[in-house]
């Protein structure tokens, strides 16, 4: 069983940034890809990023140049430096493993 916590999300100026930790406990996901969606009020969960195992990155294009996602695999470790940042980028963000696993989320609220 793999567990996931996320933090780092907070209250943000637009053109600030944040940067979210996912950190994996139990049986490992070196060999898995990690990422990022994120669900913002009242819509669907949408896909943000991610990190395959040979640490090449895949992003939206509404977060391209302006996000970052990197890894840890000694650490079970993802993250995602988000720079920036947007009122549209306000959502909770959910850190996965493999599509299979899933975190609590955390919230970033970005608003002057």
């Known amino acids: 069983q793999v567990q996931l916590v996320e933090s780092g999300g907070g209250l943000v100026q637009p053109g600030g940034s944040l940067r979210l930790s996912c950190v994996a406990s139990?049986?490992?996901?070196?060999?898995?890809?990690m990422g990022w969606y994120r669900q913002a009020p009242g819509k669907e969960r949408e896909w943000v990023a991610t990190i395959t195992s040979g640490v090449r990155p895949y992003y939206a294009d509404s977060v391209k140049g302006r996000f970052t996602i990197s890894r840890d695999n000694a650490r079970n470790s993802a993250y995602l430096q988000m720079n920036s940042l947007e009122p549209e980028d306000t959502a909770v963000y959910y850190c996965?493993?493999?599509?299979?696993?899933w975190g609590q989320g955390t919230h970033v609220t970005v608003s002057s």
């Open positions: 139990g049986s490992i996901v070196g060999i898995y890809p």
């Open positions: 996965h493993v493999n599509n299979q696993y």
